[in-house]
């Protein structure tokens, strides 16, 4: 028998469900076909059925990236005759397969950061399948204008950063068009992972903000399907997110995946803070693993920085090309001490504020005019706005001011590099530079710092006889807001908005003594290496295994309607009382402990009158007076309204204050159950004493 898959997903997509016991008529082949076999074995209804909890044969573990953009880059033929296509290198998404099983099946579902018309869209579709394993997500233009540049870099990626809209001109008002938009494209996403997925041999990993609701779209469909997300940028704290008008929406969507990752413990606990404050949900921490219990389901919370790819940085550093360029630079900057900081363009990554700490620097220590230099490279932003135009005016000019004060024939303390720097180029400035600044204001990881450790140790001296021979060493100047920040001990943390204490940690790690530099390095060396993207995805990977190792085991039902949609799971041993079972017990015990909370259960939570009504108290008398029935209503109310509320029931006990005031019947008198150093005995005593009173 062959793996199970989905030979009529579109028709499923669009709701057109066989009609059971009826002849089906041949339905047309997806274009995307998952699995090999023969044709004719596809149309047996066992094939189709998404509901069948047996197990497939023949199973091949497959992974599904869900992300944004696809790890390919595109661009129109010289002839302008269709497109060409080939790996983006830098991408994560392409880098994390290192970390999986060999013989996992990659498959990637994202958008192309290039606009292909919709007559070149099957087309396309098919050659990305065919070469690279690609699904893409054709977004129509008005909806990928709101979802991108609207919510997620309007709403969503502000907020995540600290930033809050006080008025229309600094982050604008709640835009619902927005949200519907990143719902609409969240769903045109799910559609093409649902196209291609096989639900019970498939694993999906859903990355960043983009994609939050994602989760409800798939799991609505598949109640079984093993689904991990991971966020690369902050969480905020729950006083932020709060803020949010769709807040329970995205925390709700982001409980039905089965993992969800963070790279630092301030993330996960912030997100775990919201879950509490706003849903009521608690999370336990068990042999190391924390999770949410959400309706029956345990949901994994992950905490793993990701790492580099080291084989890509390690294969740069072996470049002819890489060497003459550091030997360039050397000559350019002879005599220099070189401080680096490579940063996009950006609000939040605190290049001003850099600027400024280097020119406290020379003020504070003028023997570093003529001999420290800044280096400053800047990539182009992939945002627009005007806080960001105003950023750009601040930044040049600072730069403008700082070279008119300290520059001289020869010497310019800042070198302003606002253009795409490949990675061949960066690693260069890494190897020269004697320190790296990072001064990022809110930043979810930021991978800068990595690089150049690994850049400064470089490679063998057997494999590059170029490389310096010696101890490597490093330093770091590095904000406390980044998410890298925790993992480098020995890189001097500063508070970027100090721009006196940034200027001297700049200082200190530019003067400090070669030892002491070289073991920091030695120490940071050791965790990047050994913590790579390998290393993460692995360690993710794993998790989503075991959180999701009893999926197939558990009965699952769907409840609930839009974002308020979720799983419930339960053991596959639980049995559901009926009411004639009860009954039947009932009517054959011959002694019976019948305890009643009160709110909730014998007076509705919402109502605002909690006196009991004359049904209740009929009800409970009725009760009360079997000679086999012992009936308690337990509450944390106080004594004197429970007493004065039941007073027509003479038999019933009350348990009051959480148990500690305790009348067996009105015309007994209220017991003290405090909790002292006898509390434990009593407890037990009332328990022998209720079991021998009924």
Same mark, same amino acid.
């Given at each position: 028998?062959?793996?199970?898959?989905?030979?009529?997903?579109?028709?499923?997509?669009?709701?057109?469900?066989?009609?059971?016991?009826?002849?089906?008529?041949?339905?047309?082949?997806?274009?995307?076909?998952?699995?090999?076999?023969?044709?004719?074995?596809?149309?047996?209804?066992?094939?189709?059925?998404?509901?069948?909890?047996?197990?497939?044969?023949?199973?091949?573990?497959?992974?599904?990236?869900?992300?944004?953009?696809?790890?390919?880059?595109?661009?129109?033929?010289?002839?302008?005759?269709?497109?060409?296509?080939?790996?983006?290198?830098?991408?994560?998404?392409?880098?994390?397969?290192?970390? #999986?099983?060999?013989?996992?099946?990659?498959?990637?579902?994202?958008?192309?950061?290039?606009?292909?018309?919709?007559?070149?869209?099957?087309?396309?579709?098919?050659?990305?399948?065919?070469?690279?394993?690609?699904?893409?997500?054709?977004?129509?233009?008005?909806?990928?204008?709101?979802?991108?540049?609207?919510?997620?870099?309007?709403?969503?990626?502000? $907020?995540?950063?600290?930033?809050?809209?006080?008025?229309?001109?600094?982050?604008?008002?709640?835009?619902?068009?927005?949200?519907?938009?990143?719902?609409?494209?969240?769903?045109?996403?799910?559609?093409?992972?649902?196209?291609?997925?096989?639900?019970?041999?498939?694993?999906?990993?859903?990355?960043?903000?983009?994609?939050?609701?994602?989760?409800?779209?798939?799991?609505?469909?598949?109640?079984?399907?093993?689904?991990?997300?991971?966020?690369?940028?902050?969480?905020?704290?729950?006083?932020?997110?709060?803020?949010?008008?769709?807040?329970?929406?995205?925390?709700?969507? $982001? $409980?039905?995946?089965?993992?969800?990752?963070?790279?630092?413990?301030?993330?996960?606990?912030?997100?775990?803070?919201?879950?509490?404050?706003?849903?009521?949900?608690?999370?336990?921490?068990?042999?190391?693993?924390?999770?949410?219990?959400?309706?029956?389901?345990?949901?994994?919370?992950?905490?793993?920085?990701?790492?580099?790819?080291?084989?890509?940085?390690?294969?740069? #550093?072996?470049?002819?090309?890489?060497?003459?360029?550091?030997?360039?630079?050397?000559?350019?900057?002879?005599?220099?001490?070189?401080?680096?900081?490579?940063?996009?363009?950006?609000?939040?990554?605190?290049?001003?504020?850099?600027?400024?700490?280097?020119?406290?620097?020379?003020?504070?220590?003028?023997?570093?005019?003529?001999?420290?230099?800044?280096?400053?490279?800047?990539?182009?932003?992939?945002?627009?706005?005007?806080?960001?135009?105003?950023?750009?005016?601040?930044?040049?000019?600072?730069?403008?001011?700082?070279?008119?004060?300290?520059?001289?024939?020869?010497?310019?303390?800042?070198?302003?590099?606002?253009?795409?720097?490949?990675?061949?180029?960066?690693?260069?400035?890494?190897?020269?530079?004697?320190?790296?600044?990072?001064?990022?204001?809110?930043?979810?990881?930021?991978?800068?710092?990595?690089?150049?450790?690994?850049?400064?140790?470089?490679?063998?001296?057997?494999?590059?006889?170029?490389?310096?021979?010696?101890?490597?060493?490093?330093?770091?100047?590095?904000?406390?807001?980044?998410?890298?920040?925790?993992?480098?001990?020995?890189?001097?943390?500063?508070?970027?908005?100090?721009?006196?204490?940034?200027?001297?940690?700049?200082?200190?790690?530019?003067?400090?003594?070669?030892?002491?530099?070289?073991?920091?390095?030695?120490?940071?060396?050791?965790?990047?290496?050994?913590?790579?993207?390998?290393?993460?995805?692995?360690?993710?990977?794993?998790?989503?295994?075991?959180?999701?190792?009893?999926?197939?085991?558990?009965?699952?039902?769907?409840?609930?309607?839009?974002?308020?949609?979720?799983?419930?799971?339960?053991?596959?041993?639980?049995?559901?009382?009926?009411?004639?079972?009860?009954?039947?017990?009932?009517?054959?015990?011959?002694?019976?402990?019948?305890?009643?909370?009160?709110?909730?259960?014998?007076?509705?939570?919402?109502?605002?009158?909690?006196?009991?009504?004359?049904?209740?108290?009929?009800?409970?008398?009725?009760?009360?007076?079997?000679?086999?029935?012992?009936?308690?209503?337990?509450?944390?109310?106080?004594?004197?309204?429970?007493?004065?509320?039941?007073?027509?029931?003479?038999?019933?006990?009350?348990?009051?204050?959480?148990?500690?005031?305790?009348?067996?019947?009105?015309?007994?008198?209220?017991?003290?159950?405090?909790?002292?150093?006898?509390?434990?005995?009593?407890?037990?005593?009332?328990?022998?004493?209720?079991?021998?009173?009924?």
């Amino acid at each position: 028998m062959m793996s199970k898959s989905y030979t009529n997903l579109l028709d499923l997509a669009s709701g057109n469900f066989p009609v059971m016991g009826q002849t089906r008529e041949k339905k047309r082949l997806p274009r995307v076909m998952t699995v090999p076999g023969v044709i004719s074995e596809l149309d047996d209804d066992q094939a189709n059925s998404a509901s069948s909890d047996v197990q497939s044969s023949f199973i091949q573990d497959r992974i599904i990236i869900v992300a944004n953009q696809l790890p390919v880059k595109a661009k129109r033929r010289p002839d302008n005759k269709g497109w060409s296509f080939s790996w983006d290198d830098d991408s994560l998404l392409l880098q994390l397969k290192d970390g #999986l099983p060999e013989e996992m099946e990659v498959l990637y579902v994202g958008s192309l950061k290039v606009d292909v018309d919709p007559n070149e869209q099957d087309d396309v579709s098919q050659l990305l399948l065919d070469r690279f394993k690609c699904v893409p997500a054709f977004l129509p233009h008005d909806i990928l204008m709101k979802f991108y540049h609207g919510f997620c870099k309007q709403h969503l990626w502000p $907020l995540f950063h600290y930033m809050l809209p006080f008025s229309a001109n600094h982050g604008g008002r709640f835009d619902r068009s927005l949200w519907e938009a990143y719902v609409a494209a969240n769903k045109i996403f799910s559609q093409r992972v649902i196209e291609v997925i096989n639900p019970e041999d498939d694993y999906v990993w859903i990355h960043d903000y983009h994609l939050m609701v994602l989760p409800t779209f798939l799991r609505r469909r598949f109640n079984r399907l093993r689904m991990g997300f991971f966020l690369h940028s902050p969480f905020p704290s729950s006083e932020i997110y709060r803020t949010l008008p769709v807040r329970e929406e995205i925390l709700k969507a $982001l $409980l039905n995946s089965d993992l969800i990752g963070f790279h630092t413990f301030d993330y996960a606990r912030h997100f775990l803070s919201c879950c509490s404050r706003m849903l009521g949900l608690e999370y336990q921490s068990k042999r190391g693993y924390i999770g949410l219990e959400y309706y029956g389901r345990t949901i994994g919370i992950k905490i793993m920085p990701v790492g580099i790819h080291m084989a890509q940085i390690e294969s740069v #550093l072996r470049l002819a090309d890489k060497e003459w360029r550091v030997g360039e630079l050397k000559q350019q900057f002879e005599g220099k001490t070189v401080l680096l900081g490579v940063d996009d363009m950006d609000v939040f990554k605190g290049v001003n504020l850099k600027l400024l700490a280097m020119e406290q620097m020379l003020k504070l220590h003028p023997k570093w005019k003529g001999r420290a230099v800044l280096i400053q490279i800047t990539n182009p932003a992939r945002g627009r706005g005007k806080d960001l135009e105003e950023i750009e005016a601040e930044i040049q000019a600072s730069c403008k001011r700082i070279k008119e004060t300290f520059g001289q024939p020869g010497y310019e303390p800042i070198v302003f590099i606002d253009r795409p720097v490949s990675l061949n180029e960066r690693v260069a400035y890494y190897t020269i530079a004697e320190c790296v600044v990072v001064t990022a204001v809110r930043d979810g990881m930021n991978l800068t710092p990595y690089e150049y450790i690994v850049c400064r140790q470089g490679v063998s001296e057997s494999e590059s006889s170029s490389e310096q021979s010696g101890p490597k060493k490093s330093m770091l100047v590095v904000s406390e807001f980044i998410g890298c920040s925790p993992s480098l001990s020995g890189a001097i943390r500063v508070n970027p908005w100090n721009i006196e204490a940034t200027a001297e940690a700049m200082n200190e790690a530019i003067s400090m003594a070669d030892a002491e530099k070289q073991l920091r390095h030695e120490k940071h060396y050791r965790y990047v290496s050994s913590h790579d993207v390998a290393f993460w995805s692995r360690s993710f990977f794993q998790d989503m295994e075991r959180t999701c190792k009893d999926h197939f085991r558990r009965r699952c039902w769907g409840i609930g309607f839009s974002f308020g949609f979720r799983v419930v799971a339960l053991d596959p041993n639980f049995r559901k009382l009926s009411i004639d079972h009860i009954v039947s017990v009932y009517l054959r015990s011959k002694n019976r402990a019948i305890l009643l909370d009160y709110d909730g259960t014998v007076m509705p939570q919402t109502s605002h009158n909690k006196t009991p009504s004359a049904e209740v108290i009929s009800i409970i008398n009725t009760l009360s007076g079997d000679i086999k029935n012992a009936v308690f209503v337990v509450s944390g109310r106080g004594r004197e309204s429970l007493g004065k509320w039941f007073s027509p029931c003479k038999k019933l006990g009350i348990a009051a204050e959480h148990g500690y005031f305790m009348r067996w019947s009105a015309n007994d008198e209220w017991e003290v159950c405090g909790q002292n150093n006898e509390f434990g005995c009593q407890l037990i005593e009332k328990v022998i004493l209720l079991n021998e009173h009924i």
